[in-house]
Structure formats: structure tokens, C-alpha cells
């Protein structure tokens, strides 16, 4: 029997006052063969693969019988042996490409560092070879681009830079830690694609780390499955999903949405694990396709949108004089009703986020009109519109970037009550920051901590409690579930659901993610290139796509699972 390429034994990595983040685990990598290791956020999956590369930081105690590397130990080689070894024979592409990569060089000289460190390259073979493997990856333009620098890239482009790093050196294996992670649909099969293709032409092995059950459904061949650090379940990845035996791994695959089902809630890891799947739904008996049809026809006129235009300008030449524009929203017609959820998916890049802040007017239209309720938006007065503000609020994709590290969860919700609900004593405003904070799942004693104390879920229901504590009727969600587990995700989306239904909210929802748009939206508008190509309810879109470009949005969704 071939011996394994990479073999775990027992590892164990233990951070003195905070406990083990990853306990007793074991596995084994062929030559040629993926392993997918999937889990929640802190089951100890990155972690794994810091330790595999001897990256572990200081203060973490690494232990176990081997990390065996082609009969090598790697737990008994020093930093010194190992350096040779990182980017060459075993080489790692990160989550995010834009942290990763350093904003101050071109990224082809980032790549030919690689090839000059490891292939003792000269200048000119290191570009030449550069361009070669931005070719190889699919990035257009190569010899020009190896000299554009992370910000000059799009999100697909810059992951396509870092496999190209990563697979410069033709390495045995290739550790992929959540490389599809926020990327749309599109460019999620694109990458996907790439690698399959990347490892069948050099023969390597892959360990891909992710959260995305349908993801690692398409490429691995055997599936660990991690929950706080130790290993639940493993086996053939058609087993793990056909016939899971653990109830973590149920509910890890349960709680994703579907395509082909609409639920009124989505099922969540702890109904599995704590045995309430089978407890009944409340709510109407009425089919929720029903349900969602009457609620997008019944409804009035919330928010009508008319031929609007935000545009921004492209300057160059010596005097920075205008050369023409990036038409961000083209020309777009909506209209939201009372009490329902508009889905607006598409690429990055397609005008989604730059319409929903316009509809707001955190973005400056170029022209158009936006009426709220009546009253028209772009012609009020700045203090018009802060009363108006209260009434319209946005749930921005990164919780973390949005929430100011200095102020506490309590703070942070105080003041909007503070400026809109003036009339309130103190003691009545500290009653309204803890009544929101418990509606959306949170305790008391939970406004005294700092950001930096929650967990991604956790952050991202404090800036929902901040978007509701002006109680608005009308709330932009940016993304807003994006990039948290699919485990958290499900319990965010039921969250504003409940939230939907007790304050009576009207929604735009912004996704690329067309199952969790098919879940928790009424009606769906498709949006490319700044224009809305295809509006209708979310079950008559989904099941009879009309525009070319709906149909490879579609078409792209992993479908196994789904």
C-alpha cells in the first residue's frame, strides 16, 4: 500500500487561558487526493493548517506523535528547516487576497519573489515565468497585469494572484484555507474550476478548508468534519452527505438553504444537536410560495424608484480632467411594497451596494427620483433627512469593520436612541438598548463588551439591534450574512425574519448568494452591469429564468446538496 503523502498523528494545539483549539486529531493525504475539512468558525480548521506549515504563533503550544511530510516529521524541524519547505514543496492559499497580498508592490513582483527565493530565478525569468502563471490561471492581460498593484484587482483576480503564488513552485500540496469565501457564485465556480484543473495537470494534493458544505461537495474526495477542535466525523464525502451519522453533521447540512425548498425557518446545528428537528413550526399552515406571492402583490407602494443614475467619473492625463464614467446604476425602475422582501442579486461589481445606498442617499444619484412613502428623497433638506434617516436603515456586510472598536454594545445602540428619541429620559433609553439586544438573541450584560468580544454572529446582531433601535420601517440588508457560517447564517436569517414579522419591515436584500435569496425573499430583481435585467417573484424566476444572465447565475450554484 502507497504511503500517505501528509499523515497527521494526534496533534493537539493548546493556547495557554483560552484552552485547546484543536484536540487529538488524526488524517491522512494521498498524493493527488482533496481532503475537505469543513466546520464552524473556531473548530480548529485553519489552525490545523498553520500547524502543518509550522506557523502556529508563539504563544501556542503544538504537540502530537507526527506530522509526517513524505516520511519527514515536521514537528521535529526547526523554523530554519522548514522555510525551504513553505511556498515550494507545501504551499497555502488564504481566505482573504486582498490581506494577504502587500498594497505597496505590483503583484507580479509578490509572485517572482517566490520564483527567486525557491527556483533561484533571475529578474527576467522570474517575470517571464510570472506571466506564464497568470496566463495559466486565467487572469486577462497578464504582461500587464503583473504590474498592477491588489487594489487594481477585482476579488477573482486577486485569488486568482494568490493560486498563482501558491502553485508557482509546482508544490505536492496545496492547502486552499476558505479560498471561495464571499466571491460570487460565478467567480466561486471559476476558482473551483481552476483548481480541479490545476491539480489534475500537476498532480498535487489539496487540503480544502471551508465552510460551504456545497462547496466541498464539488472537489473533495474524503471529508473531515471539525467542531471546537476535534474531529466529529470523516469519511467518503458522498457517505458524509448521503448518510450522515453524527447530529453536528446533520444539522451542518441541514441548515444551508435549498433551491428546491422554501421553509418557513431554516433548521439550525443545535436543533440537531439538542433533538428539536422535529418540533412543529409556528406560524400560518399557508405554503409559504403562497405566502410570499400575496405578500408581494397585496402590499403598497413602500419605496418607488424612477430612472435612476449614480454614476462615477474616470479621471486621468496630466490635469485629472474627466475621461468618461463608470455607470454603477443605469437607469433603474423599482418598486419595494409595504411589508415584503426584494431580493437584489448579481456579481460584484454590478451596481448593488452603489443602489442601495443611493436609495438611502448615503451615495450622491447622479439623477433620478426616489420616493419614500410619498415623500420625495433626493429634494429634502439635510434636517429632513435625519429625520427621514430614522425611518431607513442598512445593515453593512462586515460587522466588524462597521462597529466602532472603542465603543461597547451598549454605546454603540444608545446613541441613535440618543439622537432620535430625545424625549426619553436616560433610564428609559438604557431600557430600550437592553430590550433590543435581548430581541435579537443577545443578553443584558452583553452591552458592556467591546466588538472584539462577540463572536462574527454575534457582532452581526448587534448592528441589527443598532439598524432597529430608531425603529425604522424600511432596512437595506448589504450582504449582511455573506460571510458568516452557513450555521450562524440560518440563525441570522430566521432572526430577521422574526424581526420582519413582529415590527412590520420592509427589506432589500442584498445577496449573490441566490439560496438564501430564495429563502428569505418575496420577489427577486436580477441586476448586471448597473441595470436590472430580470424582476419577478422569486419561484417564477428561479424556476423559469428568463435572461441569459439569470440562467449562469443559476447555473453556478454547487448542486450538490442544494
Not at 523554523?79 to 482573504?96: A, T, Y
Not at 437592553?434 to 466588538?451: I, M
Amino acid at each position: 500500500m502507497t504511503d500517505p503523502l501528509l499523515s497527521v498523528e494526534q496533534l493537539s494545539i493548546l493556547f495557554p487561558g483560552h484552552g485547546h483549539v484543536v484536540k487529538d486529531l488524526s488524517f491522512d493525504i494521498m498524493a493527488g487526493q482533496t481532503l475537505g475539512m469543513v466546520g464552524e468558525s473556531g473548530s480548529g480548521k485553519s489552525m490545523t493548517s498553520l500547524a502543518i506549515m509550522g506557523l502556529v504563533p508563539h504563544s501556542g503550544q503544538v504537540s502530537g506523535q507526527a506530522i509526517r511530510f513524505k516520511g519527514d516529521d515536521l514537528l521535529q524541524w526547526s523554523d530554519k528547516q522548514l522555510r525551504p519547505l513553505r511556498g515550494n514543496r507545501i504551499s497555502m492559499v488564504f481566505q482573504e487576497p486582498m490581506t494577504s497580498l502587500n498594497p505597496v508592490f505590483q503583484v507580479g513582483t509578490q509572485v517572482g519573489e517566490v520564483l527567486r527565493t525557491h527556483k533561484k530565478m533571475n529578474k527576467k525569468q522570474a517575470v517571464k515565468r510570472t506571466i506564464e502563471l497568470f496566463d495559466w490561471v486565467g487572469i486577462p492581460e497578464p504582461q500587464r497585469r503583473i504590474k498592477s498593484y491588489p487594489h487594481q484587482l477585482s476579488g477573482g483576480q486577486k485569488q486568482r494572484v494568490m493560486i498563482a503564488m501558491a502553485i508557482a513552485c509546482q508544490p505536492d500540496l496545496l492547502i486552499c484555507d476558505e479560498p471561495t469565501t464571499a466571491l460570487d457564485v460565478t467567480i466561486q465556480q471559476q476558482v473551483l474550476t481552476l483548481l480541479n484543473n490545476l491539480q489534475k495537470e500537476l498532480g498535487m494534493a489539496m487540503l480544502f478548508i471551508t465552510h460551504d458544505l456545497g462547496v466541498v461537495a464539488e472537489v473533495a474526495d474524503d471529508v473531515i468534519v471539525m467542531c471546537q477542535g476535534e474531529q466529529v466525523e470523516q469519511g467518503k464525502t458522498h457517505d458524509i452527505f448521503e448518510r450522515p451519522k453524527q447530529p453536528y453533521t446533520q444539522g451542518l447540512l441541514a441548515c444551508r438553504p435549498k433551491l428546491d425548498d422554501n421553509p418557513r425557518r431554516l433548521l439550525t446545528v443545535s436543533d440537531f444537536v439538542d433533538n428539536k428537528v422535529n418540533e412543529p413550526v409556528q406560524g400560518s399552515t399557508e405554503p409559504m410560495a403562497q405566502a410570499k406571492a400575496k405578500k408581494s402583490t397585496q402590499g403598497t407602494p413602500l419605496l418607488e424608484v424612477h430612472q435612476l443614475h449614480t454614476h462615477f467619473p474616470i479621471k486621468g492625463g496630466l490635469l485629472g480632467r474627466t475621461q468618461g464614467h463608470v455607470k454603477a446604476v443605469d437607469g433603474v425602475n423599482l418598486t419595494i411594497h409595504k411589508g415584503e422582501t426584494l431580493g437584489l442579486v448579481g456579481e460584484s461589481g454590478s451596481g448593488k451596494t452603489t443602489l442601495g445606498r443611493t436609495l438611502l442617499r448615503l451615495q450622491q444619484a447622479t439623477s433620478g427620483q426616489v420616493t419614500f412613502d410619498g415623500v420625495d428623497v433626493f429634494q429634502q433638506s439635510a434636517k429632513a433627512m435625519r429625520a427621514l434617516r430614522s425611518k431607513m436603515q442598512i445593515i453593512f456586510q462586515d460587522p466588524y469593520a462597521s462597529l466602532n472598536p472603542r465603543m461597547t454594545a451598549g454605546a454603540t445602540l444608545l446613541e441613535p436612541i440618543q439622537i432620535h428619541q430625545a424625549d426619553l429620559d436616560r433610564g428609559e433609553q438604557e431600557d430600550q438598548v437592553v430590550s433590543w439586544l435581548e430581541q435579537v438573541g443577545l443578553r443584558a450584560e452583553d452591552r458592556f463588551k467591546y466588538p472584539h468580544e462577540f463572536s462574527g454572529g454575534q457582532r452581526q446582531r448587534i448592528c441589527i439591534a443598532r439598524a432597529l433601535a430608531v425603529k425604522p420601517e424600511f432596512i437595506v440588508c448589504d450582504e449582511s450574512v455573506s460571510a458568516l457560517d452557513v450555521s450562524v447564517q440560518a440563525q441570522v436569517l430566521n432572526l430577521l425574519l422574526d424581526l420582519q414579522e413582529q415590527h412590520d419591515l420592509t427589506y432589500l436584500f442584498i445577496s449573490h448568494d441566490l439560496s438564501v435569496i430564495n429563502f428569505i425573499a418575496d420577489r427577486v430583481a436580477v441586476m448586471q452591469q448597473g441595470q436590472l435585467v430580470e424582476t419577478g417573484a422569486v419561484n417564477d424566476v428561479y424556476q423559469n429564468p428568463q435572461h441569459p444572465y439569470t440562467q449562469k447565475l443559476i447555473d453556478a450554484i454547487p448542486k450538490f446538496g442544494i
